[in-house]
């Protein structure tokens, strides 16, 4: 997997923990901070600045083991997509987070959303894997619209930021040997592309709206994302 070696993250947390059960219920308090850095070293012409943050907490809490723990069951069980837990996310914002103000976003950068996420995976990972793959594409569309200004980016971001759409991915491929590619084909149409292809699955894709797809122009050989 290339490009990883080039990315980094590293956090630090120290937390005080006071709780005490009851027949299946947990109250809980305490203190914590949390020190986190993200740093990365991209070739030209992709750039993105590190970051660094430190932040105290204190907080507290009930934890009922048999209501939460029954929720959770119940999607792996049934394999149900958590509908509910996306409305509440449009509703706080969580979903435009990445979007710049400009765009009418909340204009975070990725520390803050990696903190987030890891928020968020404590009280439902499946909700956080799933909309992860909403969040990257967010903020990887973000930092193109603020290098190049392309209209089309300006496009999705302001839906996002207006409508709360949610974009799936369908990056996987059945065959990938030596430097990557796609066998998924787009032809052009008119003013846009017909795309033909087999994708092996898509992430989110219950709740989605926009779905991104990667397919080989016919006529210059370039990877498209669409």
Request: aromatic content about 8%; hydrophobic content about 40%; proline content about 4%.
């Amino acid at each position: 997997l290339d490009g990883v070696s080039q990315l980094g993250f590293d956090t630090q947390s120290l937390e005080l923990l006071i709780s005490k059960g009851f027949v299946g219920v947990t109250p809980y308090g305490g203190v914590g901070v949390v020190r986190s850095k993200a740093t990365a070293s991209l070739p030209a012409p992709f750039t993105l600045s590190s970051e660094s943050n430190t932040a105290t907490k204190a907080f507290v809490g009930l934890n009922w083991n048999i209501l939460t723990g029954n929720l959770a069951l119940e999607y792996d069980r049934t394999g149900e997509f958590p509908i509910a837990n996306y409305d509440r996310m449009r509703e706080e914002g969580y979903l435009r987070a990445l979007v710049p103000t400009e765009l009418g976003g909340l204009g975070a950068g990725y520390l803050e959303m990696a903190q987030a996420q890891q928020a968020l995976t404590r009280g439902c990972a499946s909700t956080a894997l799933a909309v992860n793959m909403h969040q990257f594409q967010i903020g990887f569309m973000g930092d193109m619209w603020r290098r190049t200004g392309a209209a089309p980016a300006e496009k999705t971001l302001r839906r996002v930021a207006e409508e709360g759409i949610i974009l799936g991915s369908t990056g996987a491929e059945a065959i990938v040997a030596g430097d990557w590619t796609t066998p998924t084909i787009a032809k052009r149409d008119g003013d846009g592309y017909r795309i033909t292809g087999r994708k092996y699955f898509c992430s989110q894709a219950p709740g989605m709206n926009v779905v991104r797809v990667q397919a080989l122009d016919e006529e210059t050989g370039d990877i498209l994302i669409c």
